[in-house]
């Protein structure tokens, strides 16, 4: 029975499996990612919120501002028993007094401290210094136990009721405290140079002791109780999603029980992750449903494929499948006969690009791991592609042997339906549709401008950039076909390799043009999506690093900014100060022409303009200032205000670190005298180092640090990564249809093989050297490659060009997205290219010189 050999038949035709096999094997790998793509989205949000939360907030957060100190025990102990039902850890628990004046020390009274307890806050966390975390007893500051000779063994008095022993000294936390810190700053962090009054935080090292001396002083109410739980970050969107469930579960069995106690509204419960959850859900669906439409053009692409496939089996078949017919098979069982002889290979394949898929996550997707429930739902996905590619080959085989052989029609309406595909001006439905996303394009941004933490979903919009790559793809194929059509009348017989290669074009007109079209969408897909989705990440960057001005930025006293007090040798060599003001209408900036370099952030200006102007206005002391105009307008006068001389223009700029993109100008502080300079009410710490380091060398020296940011935490990056995710599946798509051009390309080749053999050995028969074959073949295979890199690489970086600057979702902030640098993108594919090309040449004139006589005569 044929159905029975179907499965060993199909090796008689390696190249139909092979074909058979891959196209699944796509459509299957895109169908997959894309579900992948989004879950792994999902997941990297919730991974970005968890590095900017507090590391004890990810579950249930217990509260309380002035409670009573009878009820706390109460408060601890009811959390604590109920936590191990719903999976949490041991909470960690953390009390603070309010201020307490007229503390004595060492016959001192006028000391003002904090008393504080936190579960697990001995010196492992706190920063040893001197002493040890022994029960019983107290852990002080460092700075005032070294200013005022306070060691171990001190015992504080405070209204009259003696303390225990100091204990231990502690690195006091400065402002930003540590990551195990974080939710405690505003009890246990002293900032001494932002005028706080307290002196020291007192920790005592155990509860008990921290109840008894409360109890021992008749507080009435402590000024702060704070409950929460030190989780590991959830890895999946379904884990934090998990996490928040039992976070609620457990907040409601608190608070029964202590209604039950007579302690209802003791405390305040919260669960702040909640928030982060749905945010990453959000995301999650945004990169969903943006690549959905994409997604399901290339499945349904990849079906069109395997029907292609069908009608090529069909007709290899032909005469087998009418014989069967004659003996009585229907048009179901012929139908059964391919998938027999082409399922295997087509499952096989779909399963392979299941688990590519899988496997290669991390490739191609974002930074994040997919749900388990996403993995089934992917390879769901990947076997309903399957079922409906085994479907469509036996439709297909079953319709055309029912018309065929059952009603006995001609393939006229095969015909016409190839006549239309031919002349119909595809690419005028492509460019429609490439206008109508241009038009949603326009105000993709603008939902950004509201506060809204994702910039709002069009998929619509999300395809333009790919439809105006496949209208260039079929245009050049228009062109080509045409080109090829009239290529009779070339006469290049005095470059015989040249006219060579344009016959073997030209009589492979369908095979060539379909090449060029997958080649240029290939290319220009992977252009565009590459191209917008770095354009992104490049703009988080450059946006920040112009609005802090540096990699971090700490306001500091005047004295710095005069001179009369030099910044902290740490900060040498990788720091500038800054100094701005502001109300005049422009605003003035100060700086050090000598240092601004290696402090601010000006890898977004051109750095010869740069050197040029800050060398212009590095003069002494004059009439006027020279001055960098930025972004100059109408109503800009050359008036600086505030007492300093006219502004002297010396060049523009469009933009400047902390000016931005408004009105203002730039001056030397050379340029200023020393009581010009005191006129400037701010001053700014411009760094390159961590705001951490900068931080602890000012306050190393005793300076004061009102404000303080950095370039990682300025902006909330996450718009800006959604919208790359989202453009990182248009680029796999771009490079897997770069994979399925050099495959047809391959197999075109391939295909040809006699053909190539026969003419080749003929025209070097009749005295053809084999090198200039060979530059026929490089000749016919580089025009036809040439021709698709150039197409999609020039209209891939255009509208990447066109769009980077419509998908940004901070349009607010200067500058404007700008598509990156794409000369290695371009060596890259041109590198590739010339290998593809030289591959696929070679193999043509191998098929020459390997050709046995029988197979020639045959051919």
């Known amino acids: 029975m044929p159905w029975r050999a179907a499965p060993r038949a199909a090796l008689s035709s ?7 096999a891959a196209t699944a094997l796509l459509a299957c790998f895109l169908g997959t990612a894309a579900v992948l793509q989004g879950s792994a989205a999902g997941s990297a949000t919730i991974a970005y919120q968890a590095s900017t939360s507090c590391p004890d907030s990810y579950g249930p957060v217990f509260g309380k501002s002035y409670p009573s100190p009878a009820d706390v025990p109460a408060i601890i102990d009811t959390v604590r028993r109920h936590a191990p039902a719903q999976g949490f850890s041991a909470p960690v628990s953390a009390r603070y007094t309010p201020v307490l004046g007229n503390t004595e020390m060492n016959g001192d009274p006028n000391y003002k401290v904090r008393l504080a307890y936190r579960d697990q806050a001995g010196l492992d966390n706190l920063g040893p210094v001197e002493g040890t975390s022994a029960p019983g007893g107290l852990l002080l ?9 306070l060691g171990v063994g001190t015992k504080p008095v405070i209204r009259g009721v003696g303390l225990p022993p100091v204990v231990g000294l502690y690195r006091d936390l400065l402002d930003p405290p540590p990551r195990w810190w974080c939710s405690q ?16 935080i007192v920790f005592t090292t155990d509860a008990k002791t921290f109840q008894d001396t409360v109890a021992a002083l008749k507080l009435p109410k402590l000024e702060n109780l704070h409950i929460s739980f030190y989780e590991p970050v959830p890895r999946t969107l379904s884990d934090a999603e998990d996490l928040v469930a039992r976070s609620n579960a457990l907040v409601a069995d608190v608070e029964a029980d202590l209604a039950r106690q007579g302690l209802a509204g003791a405390v305040t419960s919260s669960v702040p992750f909640d928030r982060s959850v749905v945010i990453a859900q959000q995301a999650s669906e945004n990169v969903l449903v943006s690549i959905l439409p994409l ?13 292609t496939v069908a009608l090529q089996w069909y007709q290899r078949r032909h005469a087998q499948l009418r014989l069967l017919c004659a003996r009585g098979s229907g048009p179901a069982g012929l139908g059964g006969l391919a998938v027999a002889e082409l399922g295997l ?4 394949g779909g399963a392979a690009g299941a688990v590519l898929a899988r496997l290669l996550l991390r490739v191609y997707g974002p930074p994040g791991e997919a749900d388990p429930r996403s993995y089934l739902l992917g390879f769901g996905v990947a076997g309903g592609v399957l079922l409906l590619s085994l479907l469509l080959l036996a439709v297909v085989v079953g319709v055309r042997a029912h018309r065929e052989f059952e009603l006995g029609r001609v393939r006229t309406r095969g015909k016409r339906l190839r006549l239309v595909g031919l002349y119909f001006p595809w690419e005028l439905v492509t460019a429609a549709v490439a206008v109508v996303g241009w038009n949603r394009l326009v105000g993709y941004g603008s939902g950004s401008r509201l506060g809204n933490p994702l910039p709002q979903v069009d998929p619509i919009a999300l395809t333009y950039p790919v439809f105006v790559v496949l209208t260039a793809g079929l245009l050049t194929a228009r062109v080509a076909w045409v080109l090829l059509r009239l290529s009779h009348r070339a006469r290049f017989w005095s470059r015989p390799a040249l006219q060579l290669a344009i016959r073997r074009l030209a009589s ?37 690093g112009i609005f802090v001005g540096a990699n971090s930025r700490v306001d500091t006293e005047t004295p710095v900014g005069t001179g009369a007090r030099p910044l902290p040798s740490a900060l040498t060599g990788t720091s500038t100060i800054v100094g701005e003001l502001t109300g005049t209408g422009s605003v003035v900036l100060v700086v050090d022409p000598a240092t601004v370099r290696t402090g601010a952030e000006l890898s977004a200006l051109p750095r010869e303009d740069v050197d040029n102007l800050l060398a212009k ?28 001389p006219q502004a002297s223009v010396v060049g523009d700029l469009p933009v400047f670190p902390l000016i931005g993109t408004k009105p203002g100008y730039v001056v030397s502080r050379t340029a200023l005298t020393p009581a010009q300079l005191r006129i400037v009410p701010k001053w700014s710490v411009l760094s390159s180092s961590p705001l951490a380091t900068v931080s602890e060398a000012l306050s190393q020296a005793g300076l004061v640090q009102p404000n303080r940011i950095s370039r990682d935490s300025a902006l909330d990056g996450l718009p800006f990564y959604v919208v790359s995710w989202t453009f990182s599946f248009v680029a796999l798509l771009g490079a897997v249809l770069a994979a399925v051009a050099v495959l047809a390309l391959l197999v075109a080749v391939e295909v040809r093989r006699r053909q190539n053999a026969l003419a080749g050995a003929l025209v070097l028969r009749m005295g053809m050297r084999p090198r200039t074959l060979l530059a026929s073949h490089l000749l016919e295979l580089g025009a036809l490659s040439a021709m698709a890199v150039i197409t999609g690489v020039a209209c891939g970086l255009s509208v990447a ?5 419509r998908f940004d979702p901070a349009t607010f902030l200067a500058p404007r997205s700008e598509l990156p640098d794409p000369a290695s993108f371009v060596f890259t594919v041109f590198g590739i290219g010339v290998l593809v090309v030289a591959l696929a040449g070679w193999l043509a004139v191998r098929s020459v010189r390997t050709a046995r006589t029988a197979e020639l005569i045959r051919a």
């Open 508 to 544: 492979a007109r369908a095979p060539v043009t379909g090449v060029l079209v997958i080649g240029t969408l290939a290319v220009g897909t992977l252009a565009a999506g590459l191209g917008i989705a770095g354009g992104q990440e490049d703009a988080l960057q450059t946006k920040s």
């Open 295 to 307: 997604a399901a053009i290339s499945v349904l692409v990849g079906c069109a494929g395997i029907g």
């Open 141 to 149: 500051g460092q700075v005032i136990g070294s200013a005022e000779h």
């Open 185 to 200: 700053q505003r009890g246990a962090v002293v900032d001494r140079l932002a005028n706080d009054p307290i002196d020291s």
């Open 14 to 20: 390696p190249l139909t499996m092979i074909v058979a």
């Open 617 to 644: 206005i590095d003069v002494p002391p004059g009439a006027t200032v020279p001055a960098i105009r930025i972004a100059h307008g109408a109503k800009q006068t050359t008036m600086l205000g505030g007492g300093l």
């Open 345 to 348: 290979p087509i499952v096989l």
């Open 801 to 805: 060009g066109l769009s980077v600057p």
